[in-house]
């Protein structure tokens, strides 16, 4: 008698196509049954968008798929990905849903931004076991090589153990060789943000437009975060809640003169 | 001598010729100076999103605007309205970002994919006080009367006391006469979700699409929740915070076996 493998739901925000959820998939093969649904096309910065006023395709990707698994493209966001797959594709409710590597870095201020992150968030809503995995590295031609052991290690860590109802796990990896890894350090979102910078310019019919661009500035002087953790050659690992009440600050709000 | 009034940025998720913001801009210049820029178009369920990939234009909106204030659409999301506003159209950082006031909920789960809420945040992590408003009518025709005593004094009290670093409000007001609201009730996001339940049709080349629907599903009996407050008659104010961290889950995460 064998035991039955689990069940993972794979998805990102870079698209089926990228090479960190490729290296994601041949990873999940190793530790069980494998299900991808993912956007057809890049996603990134879409924090946490559903799809309410469009239609969303979800078709099968008969090149990626083999005996062993089956894929689907999906033309909504990474957070539509995990609904449809759960309600529309699955014939269960997986037992893990990863959702990366992202090309690009998830930590601290950029949890909020990420549609990697979001598709956690989403499955973790649904009650799903869930981990966000990303690279600090933006390029397409990233190496993803050391982050086997990591990915596998994180992911089996959280088929046995299970995660508690509302929260997901934030994985960050350093662009670092294998050699030069410390380890890896739990810890909290760092306090930091992007200080915008607009590069603006103008159309070739007269009109100003604006690109999008800015400074990442570290406020946060903690040996605890996951900026620190990065900085310092470790796999960032910060687990993540959907809760978003401040819960710190309901006395004192009540003590406001609220009512007009 | 007079004080200097307070300047207002306003933003929204449902485009700038939405009624719930032509609603805010009249009750907000009553508080202050006031800049609005808002989407071009409906941006519902946008989440976190911000535009990376993609030009933005922001331009004056010239038959709105009169000696009093000026307006600004921008053909970004919510939060990239936010970032552009600070960054390149007011000549200094506002007093306070009121967004809204939003034709339809944002309470409980619903603020992870509000384009609403994420303005406020991302004015939040910008480090200004930040109100979103939201009315419990996705209608067009939606009557905002009754807001107004709860909206002017809701922001006339953050005005006053400020919030702390890293918390915004996430105020919902219900659908009833202003006769039949009871109050403000301070309170926590509601642990509820929506069970999806996609609506699959056929296009006429054959291809099969979705549109996603769903049910909203309260899974919380606390009488302290943003629900419970909404379905009894109040107001709901919940304080939000962007440090995701699940703090309460780090001791744990550190005794599992994580490391390879």
């Known amino acids: 008698m064998t035991a039955q493998k689990p069940l993972i739901l794979i998805t990102n925000d870079d698209g089926i196509t990228a090479p960190g959820i490729r290296k994601l998939i041949t ?3 190793e530790l069980g049954d494998v299900i991808v649904v993912a956007p057809d096309s890049p996603q ?3 924090g946490h968008a559903i799809t309410v006023n469009d239609t969303i395709y979800c078709d099968p990707v008969r090149e990626f798929q083999d005996a062993d698994h089956k894929e689907y493209k999906c033309s909504g966001t990474p957070a539509d ?16 849903c990863v959702s990366g590597i ?5 930590s601290s201020i950029n949890v909020i931004y ?3 992150m979001s598709a956690a968030v989403e499955a973790g809503v649904e009650g799903i076991p869930a981990i966000g995995f990303s690279l600090l590295d933006y390029s397409i031609d990233a190496d993803f090589s050391h982050c086997d052991t990591f990915v596998k290690r994180i992911t089996s860590q959280v088929l046995e ?4 109802q509302g929260v997901v796990l934030n994985v960050n990896i350093p662009k670092l060789k ?6 890896i350090k739990v810890g909290r979102q760092a306090n930091a943000q992007w200080v915008e910078d607009f590069d603006k310019r103008t159309n070739p019919m007269g009109r100003d437009y604006y690109w999008l661009s800015g400074e990442f500035v570290n406020h946060d002087e903690g040996q605890d975060t996951d900026e620190w953790a990065l900085a310092n050659g470790y796999v960032s690992v910060v687990p993540v809640q959907f809760d978003l009440t401040a819960h710190r600050f309901i006395t004192e709000l009540n003590s406001w003169n609220l009512n007009p």
């Open 114 to 116: 990420s549609g990697t």
């Open 178 to 183: 294998a050699s030069e890894i410390r380890g």
């Open 27 to 29: 990873l999940m093969k």
């Open 161 to 164: 153990n299970g995660l508690p």
């Open 44 to 46: 990134s910065g879409m």
């Open 102 to 106: 992202n090309h690009g870095s998830n």
């Open 81 to 96: 990905c995990v609904k449809i797959a759960v309600q529309e594709i699955m014939h269960r409710k997986p037992d893990i």
